[in-house]
């Protein structure tokens, strides 16, 4: 596989990466850049609430979140949101409703979606690696 270029991350990845999973952790030695969306620091956050340790899962989405390049939706990205959203009702694929922002921001910023989900395969313009 190529070298992964600039890779927007996936909640699903980065909770591999949180796992330490070493395919992982290889992949993100060879991109050229990292982003976060803040969409996925919202699933984290929600899932370090409700886990079994929450300050410590918590904390370590803070000190993760710190660290990351995080981008942000904007006007602009509701406008790739809406053109992603209503292509996918159109053809009967609906996916979850984050990871239509996720997609958005993906393809707002030309990045490469590194995630675990196949259902990003159904939306057009957005290139995406299986990291597994």
């Given at each position: 596989m190529p070298p992964?270029?600039?890779?927007?991350?996936d909640t699903?990845?980065?909770?591999?990466?949180?796992?330490?999973?070493?395919?992982?952790?290889?992949?993100?030695?060879?991109?050229?850049?990292?982003?976060?969306?803040?969409?996925?620091l919202g699933e984290l956050y929600y899932g370090a609430r409700k886990s079994g340790r929450p300050a410590e899962n918590v904390a370590r989405v803070a000190e993760f979140a710190t660290a990351a390049l995080v981008l942000a939706c904007d006007a602009p990205?509701?406008?790739v949101y809406g053109e992603i959203k209503a292509a996918l009702r159109a053809r009967g694929t609906p996916i979850p409703e984050n990871d239509?922002?996720?997609a958005a921001l993906a393809r707002q910023h030309d990045l490469t979606l590194a995630t675990r989900d196949a259902h990003f395969g159904h939306i057009d313009g957005?290139?995406?690696?299986?990291?597994?």
């Amino acid at each position: 596989m190529p070298p992964a270029g600039r890779v927007l991350l996936d909640t699903n990845v980065i909770i591999a990466l949180f796992a330490g999973e070493a395919a992982v952790l290889t992949e993100l030695g060879s991109a050229e850049a990292v982003y976060v969306p803040a969409v996925a620091l919202g699933e984290l956050y929600y899932g370090a609430r409700k886990s079994g340790r929450p300050a410590e899962n918590v904390a370590r989405v803070a000190e993760f979140a710190t660290a990351a390049l995080v981008l942000a939706c904007d006007a602009p990205t509701a406008a790739v949101y809406g053109e992603i959203k209503a292509a996918l009702r159109a053809r009967g694929t609906p996916i979850p409703e984050n990871d239509v922002w996720i997609a958005a921001l993906a393809r707002q910023h030309d990045l490469t979606l590194a995630t675990r989900d196949a259902h990003f395969g159904h939306i057009d313009g957005v290139r995406v690696v299986g990291w597994t």
